[in-house]
C-alpha cells in the first residue's frame, strides 16, 4: 500500500512537473515572438527603428510638445519657436500622423481656416501653432509626408532643428552653466535635450 501512493505520488509529481516545463516553453516561444515583432515595428516602415526608436520618437514628439506648451505659456523667448512646428511634423507618431492626415485633421483644418477668416477675434494665438501643424500635416505633398518624413531628410531637419535651439537657449541663459542650472531653464535645457533622443538614434540605425 505504501509503495503504490509512493508510486502515485511520484507519477503526479512527475506529471505537474512535465506540464509546468510545457508551460515554460510555451511562454518562452511567446515572449521571443513578441521580441521579434517588437523589433520589427516601425510607425511607417521607413526607417526601419524598431521598437526602441518608436519609444524614442514618441519621446522626441512629447518633449516637443512640451516646448510648445512652455512657449505659448511662461518660456517666452525670441529664439524661433516656430520650428518645433516642423520638428513634431516629422517626429509625429504614425498614429497621430494618419488620424490628423485623414478625414478628422481635413475637417479641423477646414474649421480652424473659418474661424481664422470669418470670426478672427474668437481665434486665440495658443492655437495658432496647433492648427498650423494640423494644416501642414493635411496639406503636405507626399514627397515629405511619405518619403521624407520616414528618410534621413526628415531626420536631419530634426537635428538641425534641435542644435539651433539648444545653442538659441544657451545664448539666451547666458551660457552653458546658467542654462543647465537655473531653476527655470533646467526644464527647458532637458526638454531641449531630449529632443536629440530620435534624430540621433535614427542616423546611428541608417549608419550602422
Not at 62 to 91: C, E, H, Q, S
Not at 117 to 146: G, Q
Not at 168 to 174: C, Q
Request: aromatic share 12%.
Amino acid at each position: 500500500m505504501t509503495s503504490y501512493l509512493a508510486m502515485k505520488t511520484g507519477s503526479t509529481s512527475e506529471a505537474a512537473q512535465a506540464l509546468l516545463q510545457s508551460d515554460l516553453r510555451e511562454l518562452g516561444m511567446a515572449a521571443r515572438k513578441f521580441a521579434n515583432h517588437a523589433m520589427a515595428l516601425d510607425d511607417q516602415g521607413g526607417l526601419g527603428l524598431g521598437f526602441l526608436g518608436s519609444i524614442f520618437k514618441w519621446l522626441a514628439f512629447a518633449a516637443a510638445v512640451y516646448l510648445l506648451i512652455l512657449d505659448r505659456t511662461n518660456w517666452k523667448t525670441k529664439m524661433l519657436t516656430g520650428l518645433l512646428i516642423p520638428y513634431i511634423f516629422f517626429t509625429l507618431p504614425g498614429v497621430l500622423f494618419n488620424l490628423i492626415r485623414g478625414e478628422i485633421g481635413s475637417w479641423i483644418a477646414f474649421v480652424a481656416v473659418i474661424v481664422q477668416l470669418f470670426f478672427p477675434k474668437h481665434f486665440r494665438d495658443y492655437l495658432e501653432m496647433p492648427a498650423a501643424l494640423i494644416l501642414l500635416t493635411v496639406v503636405a505633398p507626399s514627397l515629405v509626408a511619405d518619403t521624407f518624413r520616414n528618410d534621413f531628410v526628415g531626420v536631419g531637419i530634426c537635428l538641425v532643428i534641435g542644435c539651433y535651439l539648444l545653442q538659441e537657449h544657451i545664448r539666451a541663459s547666458g551660457g552653458f552653466k546658467p542654462a543647465f542650472s537655473r531653476a527655470n531653464g533646467v526644464s527647458n535645457s532637458i526638454g531641449i535635450a531630449l529632443l536629440f533622443i530620435y534624430p540621433v538614434w535614427a542616423l546611428v540605425t541608417m549608419i550602422f
